[in-house]
């Protein structure tokens, strides 16, 4: 099993570049397969979770030719079942755009039911409620989504609740659906945009993305494109948390600065340093950081995606802060491996009050899921001694060599195998 090893108490310095954006990226990859023409996608984020899904799209015929690593070429002329049922795609979330996707070019998909982080139920409910809209039948049969369509005519359809994936899996059909489709409530946050503005360079006509409200007209195909993939604002606020936690000074570049302003303004209000450059932005912190109280909303909101990582921060940070994760209700389960490093956290229903301490102690903690697992990681930068961080491949999912970024800001991380006992004696003797 592979697992993380980091000697903590090096702060961060220096300069680090973001990938695209992997939730962006998602909906992209599966929109790709709607035209029977060539795409291009740049700055495709070489992660885990990308790679099952683009062999999702071949196993079922598309042709996926990677130029390198970050660039890919998409063509789905040749797609020959619209059955998704292997069993590796059940391990990620995005392989549910597959049902918007295939259901407006081919009035029909099957998709087995998605799995993704355990952070908490994740009801398809709105997916479904926007797909019955346009016309198509949907049944849950033997753990897969099942929907089907005559044809797909627009509607009007006002969201319960505000879901990025419903937002986009419904905008994915409407887009080849006949006649306007308007979403009400819908998800505001950077991927719906960017997915939207790649679906606008494939020929598709939809407004308004980025607010509530967004309008499809439906053409009747599609036709190729090449695009490239926003930053991922995820990736860029993990660093600068990071910079943050480590009391260190980073230089985190190839990020747009008005994704992170929420980030920023936390980080501005408890005394950590940060300026705004046109792509890029500086974190610096001295000396102690202050308490806040944050509650995770839809975007412009402070993200939920960011919960962990910020709630790790104020663990040693002076004064009481609360926490309120009011999205997933499952996404504390690293506050435990947190206290075992000497975290003190109390957790009740959804919100964390946090006590903060002067220091954390080195420990061995498992990641629970992918940001829970990169928030053990600033824990361990900052902590006295070694941290082993297991289940890695949790983390893996979405950051893009995470371990080799964070080396060239300076920290003491490798990734090794836990039974490599040659390599971990190496690394511990060069860190020591
Ligand atoms: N919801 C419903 N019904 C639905 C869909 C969602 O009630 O049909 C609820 C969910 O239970 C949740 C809320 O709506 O309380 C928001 O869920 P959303 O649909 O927005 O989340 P998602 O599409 O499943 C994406 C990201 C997550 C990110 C959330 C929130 C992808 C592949 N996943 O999930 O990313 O946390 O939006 O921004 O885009 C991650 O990257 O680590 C990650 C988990």
Do not use: W
Request: charged fraction near 25%; proline fraction near 2%; include cysteine.
């Amino acid at each position: 099993m592979e697992q993380y090893i980091i000697k903590g108490g090096k702060p961060l310095i220096g300069e680090v570049t973001i990938s695209g954006y992997k939730n962006a990226a998602l909906g992209i990859i599966a929109a790709s397969v709607m035209t029977d023409e060539t795409v291009k996608i740049e700055n495709i984020p070489d992660v885990r979770d990308i790679d099952v899904l683009l062999q999702a799209i071949e196993d079922i015929g598309a042709k996926v030719e990677r130029i390198n690593r970050n660039t890919v070429k998409i063509n789905g002329s040749k797609i020959n079942t619209v059955e998704v049922e292997a069993d590796y795609v059940r391990k990620i979330r995005g392989s549910y755009y597959l049902v918007g996707a295939l259901l407006g070019k081919y009035k029909k998909a099957k998709v087995v039911l998605p799995g993704g982080c355990n952070i908490g139920s994740r009801p398809f409910d709105q997916h479904i409620k926007g797909f019955e809209a346009l016309g198509a039948s949907v049944k849950i049969e033997h753990g897969s989504i099942c929907s089907e369509a005559e044809g797909l005519n627009g509607a009007h359809i006002y969201f319960d609740v505000c879901s990025v994936g419903a937002t986009i899996n419904v905008m994915l059909a409407a887009c080849l659906s006949e006649g306007l489709t308007i979403l009400e409530n819908s998800a505001k946050e950077p991927h719906v945009v960017d997915v939207a503005n790649f679906l606008n360079s494939m020929g598709a006509n939809v407004k308004g993305a980025g607010t509530d409200v967004i309008r499809i007209k439906g053409v009747t195909k599609l036709h190729g494109c090449e695009y490239s993939i926003i930053p991922d604002q995820i990736e860029a606020g993990t660093f600068m948390f990071a910079a943050a936690a480590t009391k260190g000074d980073i230089l985190i570049k190839n990020i747009i600065p008005k994704h992170l302003e929420a980030f920023t303004a936390k980080l501005l209000e408890i005394g950590a340093q940060v300026e705004e450059f046109d792509d890029a932005v500086r974190v610096k912190a001295v000396g102690k950081l202050g308490s806040s109280h944050v509650k995770t909303l839809v975007y412009p909101g402070f993200l939920t995606d960011m919960q962990p990582q910020m709630t790790t921060l104020l663990a040693i940070s002076k004064g009481t802060s609360i926490v309120t994760e009011s999205i997933f209700e499952n996404r504390f389960k690293y506050v435990d491996e947190l206290s075992r490093m000497g975290a003190n956290i109390k957790v009740e229903s959804n919100t964390a009050i946090i006590d903060g301490v002067d220091k954390f102690t080195g420990a061995v903690v498992s990641a629970p899921d992918l940001r829970g697992g990169a928030a053990l990681v600033i824990a361990g930068l900052m902590a006295e001694g070694y941290t082993i961080v297991e289940d890695v491949e949790y983390i893996e999912r979405g950051y893009e060599k995470l371990e080799y970024k964070m080396q060239q800001l300076g920290a003491s991380i490798i990734k090794v195998d836990s039974e490599d006992t040659k390599a971990i004696k190496k690394f511990k003797l060069k860190v020591s």
